[in-house]
Structures are given as structure tokens and as C-alpha cells.
Antibody
């Protein structure tokens, strides 16, 4: 079955960097766009970034643009999120999710989601 | 950015009752709206897309309706496993955004 497993979360100080990974299995990874989304403790869901199936296009939320970089390795079925200049407000559970239906004009749906990895930014 | 407002914030109901959840968009999203279910400690689960289409595995007691700016998720007869938080999400334009969620709790 389709499975997404995130890793790389942890506790970091403000201004530091962290790299998250998502290992995909059970589907043809290279045929799908992939999202990162996050959820601050006790809060709602926020989309973070999307990368197209072939890596040719990326999209970012304004809140992370210029600090975060989404990338993928289709040969390994992995998705990454490089997070630089982390802020306290970046504290959240980070989820990867498969995209359904994104195009240049509009994003897609999120299905399924991984179990998430917690990033805590604190001094 | 399109803002999605969900109401009520909390719905207190008993098993077997019907639940009606609302999602209002700040601008028209046509029918480009989805619903997700999230249980405590779990990832969100994709339930409904294009306003009214059930995703694979979504029970028939879940139904979606609406278009433009006003949408509804109805759960016809609540099962114990349906008590959770529900989020709406649009894909009409960049960026995709989520509503703040409606918690369906046991009365």
C-alpha cells in the first residue's frame, strides 16, 4: 500500500538549519508531485511547499519562501525539505503528502499523508 | 490568498446523530474544495474532493455539497470513529489553504 515516512525532525535553535526527509513506497513516486505541509501544536494545517513529479517546478508558501527548499530524488523515491534560518514560529509537525492533480494554474489535493515529524525551534 | 472559514468551531453530538459542518471561502473556489478528517495523534485523511466526490474508502455516510463560496460536509449518522477534527481545503489558486477546522466531539 502507499506509504510515506518522514524523518529528520528534532530540536534546533533559532537561526539554525534542519533537513527533513520523506521515504515513499507503494506507488510510482516519479509520477506524482509531492507536498510538505505543517501543523503547529494545537493549530490547523498549513501548506508549505510543492514539487512537481519531475522536479521541474516548485512552489512555496510566503512564510517559508527564501528559507526552505523542497527537492526530490526519484531514483530513491525520497522527498526532502531543507529548512534554513529557522524561526520559533516554524515549530510544527511536518507532513509529506502525495499530490493529486496540481497544475501550473492551481495546486492539488493531498493524499495520502505521512505520519509526520516534529520540528521544535527553541532557544 | 483565499481564506477558508469553518463553522462551528466545535460540534457536540451523540452517536447516531447527523452532523453538518460548514466552510466558507473569501472568494469563489468554484467546486475546488476538499475535506479531510484528522484524529488525535494521526495524520489527516482525504475524505471528499471537488466538493462532493468521495475519495476511495470514504464511507457513504459522508457527503459534501456546495459551490462558489459556501460548502457543507454532512455525516448522516455519526459512528464512534467519526469523532475527529475536519478541515476543508481549496485548490482554486495558489497557495492552497485550509480552514481552521471543526471539531466533532461526543456529547
Amino acid at each position: 500500500q502507499v506509504q510515506l515516512v518522514e524523518s529528520g525532525g528534532g530540536v534546533v535553535q533559532p537561526g539554525m538549519s534542519l533537513r527533513l526527509s520523506c521515504a515513499a513506497s507503494g506507488f510510482t513516486f516519479s509520477s506524482y508531485g509531492m507536498h510538505w505541509a505543517r501543523q503547529a501544536p494545537g493549530k490547523g494545517l498549513e501548506w508549505v511547499a510543492l514539487i512537481w513529479y519531475d522536479g521541474s517546478n516548485t512552489y512555496y508558501a510566503d512564510s517559508v519562501k527564501g528559507r526552505f527548499t523542497i527537492s526530490r530524488d526519484n531514483s530513491k523515491s525520497t522527498l526532502d525539505l531543507q529548512m534554513n534560518s529557522l524561526r520559533v514560529e516554524d515549530t510544527a509537525v511536518y507532513y509529506c503528502a502525495r499530490d493529486l492533480g496540481a497544475a501550473a494554474a492551481h495546486p492539488g489535493w493531498f493524499d495520502p499523508w505521512g505520519q509526520g515529524t516534529l520540528v521544535t525551534v527553541s532557544s | 490568498e483565499i481564506v477558508l472559514t469553518q463553522y462551528p468551531a466545535t460540534l457536540s453530538l451523540s452517536p447516531g446523530e447527523s452532523a453538518t459542518l460548514s466552510c466558507r471561502a473569501s472568494h469563489s473556489v468554484s467546486r475546488s474544495l476538499a475535506w479531510y478528517q484528522q484524529k488525535p495523534g494521526q495524520a489527516p485523511r482525504f475524505l471528499i474532493f471537488d466538493a462532493s466526490n468521495r475519495a476511495t474508502g470514504t464511507p457513504a455516510r459522508f457527503s459534501g455539497s456546495g459551490s462558489g463560496t459556501d460548502f457543507t460536509l454532512t455525516i448522516s449518522s455519526l459512528e464512534p470513529e467519526d469523532f475527529a477534527v475536519y478541515y476543508c481545503q481549496h485548490r482554486s489558486s495558489w497557495p492552497p489553504t485550509f480552514g481552521g477546522g471543526t471539531k466533532v466531539e461526543i456529547k
